[in-house]
DNA sequence: CAGCCCAGGTTCGGTCATTGAACCTCTGGC
DNA sequence: GCCAGAGGTTCAATGACCGAACCTGGGCTG
């Protein structure tokens, strides 16, 4: 946990957000959450994240009240954002974005997020999460995200190949399951 | 830095961001460059973050390019946000701004950002750093930030009693020099 | 129903980051 | 010459993270 005891020290709601948020592996935890990932196996073979500090942040998520956690089987169980953890989307959104366009670097994996429910005919997200054709917020759930095209992506890195990775390469509306 | 070595393993804008943004008290920082402190000791009196920490944060930042070190007096340097460091902006207050709503439990120090230089009149930004009279996406220049009234906020917590703490608590524009 | 597999963990030593305290160095002022 | 303050670095101790190995409980297979 990022500031540790001197959580209370800190007169910030930022600070309070990154409590709970700001450990290493957390944010891209919920990235996957957003993009429909809700299995324990499923984040681990994409995030390459080690068993049991996925255990630790999905549990730390579900005491904040940003994941549930509830069973589709028998003795299995799934992790969804709840309302709070939806509200994150701008926040993500906007920190991946910046990544996308000041550390472009030798990283591929660059994808676009557009409006799939826009009224005007939907565009790739701005800055803040908003939709320049209609110019609202759009919430996740109203969003398609798919990979850029390879003439577009300057990667040059070996794809991942698990199946998460492989189904986001296709066109896919946020928060539907995956993989 | 989260990841570490695993970096290049991941396909994703996000990682990329967090690689720089990620660690302990890296944010914080940033957030207090936003609100126009700029000197070591500055942010040592105000984040309570260790100076061996602080000064290896500062360098991560000055050679990301988000910050940039220049001296104001002979042996005296200040650190500035460069234009990748400003557009950061969305994504730090989309982060504050979710635990600010969020997290709000046992921790004042909550505040609003007016849109001071807005043609409409100017309003406390919503969702994604939106400005809701014109519907821009204000620039931090074009900011005021202060403290909720006391009546507003239901902290409980002794404040801080840094220089830095008690200019906040008055109206001041982002990016001005503090303290 | 014995035996196996899979999802979703926990436990454990080794390694790496963070912490707070102490020490260093340069500049300017008296 | 001496001291103070800014902006560091160094160090031992503590805590977080890592990867590998082990555990558990339900379903399937024969």
Redesign the interface.
């Known amino acids: 946990m990022?500031?540790g005891k001197?959580?209370?020290?800190?007169?910030?709601?930022?600070?309070?957000?990154?409590?709970?948020?700001?450990e290493?592996?957390t944010?891209?935890v919920l990235?996957d959450c957003f993009f429909g990932v809700r299995r324990f196996a499923d984040l681990r073979a994409h995030?390459?994240i080690p068993r049991a500090v996925l255990s630790d942040r999905l549990a730390t998520l579900v005491d904040?009240?940003i994941l549930e956690r509830r069973p589709y089987a028998p003795g299995r169980d799934e992790y969804v954002l709840t309302e709070?953890g939806l509200?994150?989307w701008?926040?993500?959104f906007?920190?991946?974005?910046?990544?996308?366009?000041?550390?472009v670097?030798?990283?591929?994996?660059?994808?676009r997020f557009r409006h799939a429910d826009c009224p005007a005919g939907g565009a790739d997200l701005a800055?803040?999460?908003?939709c320049p054709a209609c110019?609202t917020?759009p919430p996740p759930a109203a969003l398609e995200t798919r990979a850029l095209d390879p003439d577009e992506d300057d990667?040059t890195?070996p794809?991942?190949d698990d199946a998460v990775?492989r189904a986001l390469r296709r066109p896919h509306r946020l928060l539907t399951p995956l993989p």
Chains 1, 2 share one sequence.
């Open positions: 990022p500031l001197d959580y209370d020290r800190q007169d910030c709601a930022l600070a309070r957000a990154l409590e709970v948020v700001g290493r592996w944010l891209l990235r995030l390459d904040a009240g709070d509200d994150l701008p926040a993500l906007s920190l991946a974005r910046w990544g996308d366009r000041h550390r670097g030798p990283g591929g994996g660059r994808r800055a803040g999460g908003v110019g917020l990667g890195r794809e991942r990775s």
